[in-house]
């Protein structure tokens, strides 16, 4: 739901600037098909800067082990998913404000399908007369004659007046010109964007432009500019019936006629569009997102022993699995403070050749499995190991997730090259999940929740909770469950949380999504 929030308020955001540029500079020109292009482009692009925002990345170093055991031995795999509906038991205020948008976008389309269905029935139940290559329905329902998708709607009345061929030249442009491709889109967009009123007004202006380019192509047709005004002057009454449909007395006034008698707009002062490109490019600016990128890589911390002959290697084999037998390939097989390892093949199995040292020791690492550290005897000139891998969760403190305050956190410095040498540079090749923006993302939602939820249960809310969950390999929050609560208000509290959450980035072991556990504790 706040995703969706967000980007109608994007999108509402860019209709407002967009439609007052077109009010400033462009609603007096009579460069009618070039306005057209431009409302439609402005909707189209509300909407692609909307979803679609741009993103620039910045590179965090992530945490190199936060593995705990914490919660290892009480966190259960076997519960089911679950359900908001017993999560909740009051109404949130993001809840309601759903409700009134889903009912307003409801009323709203209620009201084009009731209009749309008098002319459909009229349509589908008539049979229609073909003039000057326009299929017309009579009907002595609507007054008003006007052009519904390629059909003209039409009282029989006006065939017995001789201004029916002005009528019909009228709505021919309307048809010809595809005008109702424009209609469509922006009824469809005052179904979305109901609550904005500059969605109302681009709808006017499309209309209001509509007519004049209907008004343009009579006149351009060699009807009398004078009989022409005196015809819609007669109409003034006419009634609008619906908003899919170009009516023949829409928008009727001092400007519409104003705008058939004006002298043509210079085609210089088209370049005044060319003002949109730096108010898109501010609106591209304004809602940009961070893409916080977390990289884990293991830098050369010790010297390794130098100028050492294979004679003096050890010979390093083993088998990695988890807790149920299972290979577990892809897991990172490094010698402790150097840059040399290996990775775990297909079947398990691990083979690494390194120097004696007086202290030597390998660190076996997998993305949300504890770590294990395994001493080597230099003495030994050929060893096997069979790791077997536990499940781990990754704990996420309560304060943790406000060091960085209100800011987001700026780009760290860039990571030292590796000076130039022969010995082996390995990197490991781990990315623990992480929430959209990072650490920093995840403290502005819980932050904000917990305040939705002291501002809904007062005092009564105050303690500590451990919400304990699984970021599935397509980022999905699963297995909800409390690990530790202060009192059952705190526990739903947090459960809440954990279930409301947006999808998170899935954590990979060398480009491999793999499923991660966590215990985040909150205070309220």
């Given at each position: ?10 999108a ?13 500079l ?45 919660f290892?031995?009480?966190f ?61 329905h009579?009907?002595k ?24 061929d ?86 009727l006034?001092?400007t ?53 002959n ?53 660190v ?8 294990i ?15 077997k ?10 304060k ?15 990571v ?8 082996p540079v390995f ?31 007062g ?17 999905e ?32 072991q ?8 966590f ?6």
């Amino acid at each position: 739901m706040e995703a969706l929030f967000e980007l109608l308020f994007r999108a509402s955001v860019s209709l407002i600037v967009l439609y007052a540029l077109y009010w400033f500079l462009l609603r007096e020109s009579t460069h009618f098909k070039a306005n057209r292009y431009f409302l439609l482009l402005s909707l189209m692009t509300s909407l692609v800067i909307a979803a679609i925002p741009v993103q620039y990345q910045v590179n965090v170093q992530a945490t190199a082990n936060e593995t705990v055991a914490e919660f290892t031995g009480i966190f259960n795999h076997n519960i089911e998913k679950t359900n908001s509906n017993s999560i909740k038991e009051s109404i949130s205020l993001t809840s309601i404000l759903f409700l009134i948008y889903l009912t307003g976008a409801s009323l709203v389309l209620l009201r084009i399908l009731i209009q749309c269905r008098k002319p459909i029935l009229i349509i589908s139940n008539s049979k229609p007369k073909k003039i000057n290559d326009c299929l017309i329905h009579e009907n002595k329902v609507f007054n008003s004659p006007f052009s519904f998708f390629n059909r003209i709607l039409i009282n029989p009345e006006y065939f017995k007046q001789n201004e029916i061929d002005d009528i019909l030249t009228h709505e021919k442009v309307h048809i010809h010109e595809r005008h109702w491709i424009d209609l469509f889109i922006i009824e469809l967009l005052t179904v979305f964007f109901w609550f904005n009123p500059f969605i109302w007004l681009f709808e006017r202006a499309i209309k209001q432009n509509h007519e004049y380019l209907a008004d343009e192509g009579v006149l351009t047709r060699g009807h009398s500019p004078v009989r022409y005004q005196a015809l819609l002057i007669n109409r003034l009454m006419g009634t609008q019936v619906i908003g899919l449909a170009n009516h023949f007395s829409s928008s009727l006034g001092p400007t519409r006629f104003k705008m058939m008698t004006k002298e043509k707009t210079a085609k210089r002062k088209l370049f005044r569009m060319m003002w949109g490109i730096p108010v898109l490019a501010i609106l591209l600016v304004a809602f940009a997102e961070p893409d916080y990128k977390q990289e884990t890589k293991i830098i050369k911390s010790e010297a390794l022993v130098s100028s050492i002959n294979n004679a003096d290697n050890i010979l390093i084999t083993g088998k990695v699995i988890n807790e149920d037998g299972i290979n577990m390939p892809g897991t990172s097989i490094i010698l402790k403070g150097s840059t040399t390892g290996t990775v775990v093949d297909k079947d398990g199995t691990f083979e690494l050749n390194v120097p004696k040292s007086e202290k030597m020791a390998l660190v076996i690492s997998y993305v949300g499995y504890k770590t294990i550290v395994e001493k080597i005897n230099p003495s030994d000139k050929k060893v096997h190991f069979n790791f077997k891998l536990q499940k781990g969760v990754i704990s996420i403190g309560s304060k943790s997730m406000y060091l960085d305050g209100d800011v987001p956190p700026p780009p760290p410095p860039p990571v030292p090259e590796m000076s130039n040498s022969d010995k082996p540079v390995f990197f490991i090749v781990e990315e623990i999940p992480h929430y959209p923006n990072g650490r920093y993302g995840l403290g502005q939602y819980v932050k904000k929740k917990t305040s939705e939820f002291k501002s809904t249960f007062g005092k009564k809310l105050s303690g500590k909770a451990t919400v304990g969950f699984t970021i599935t390999n397509k980022g999905e929050v699963t297995n909800i469950q409390i690990l530790n609560k202060d009192n059952d208000l705190v526990a739903k509290a947090a459960k809440t949380i954990a279930h409301e959450m947006e999808n998170w980035k899935p954590g990979a072991q060398r480009g491999k999504k793999v499923p991660v556990d966590f215990a985040m504790e909150l205070e309220f």
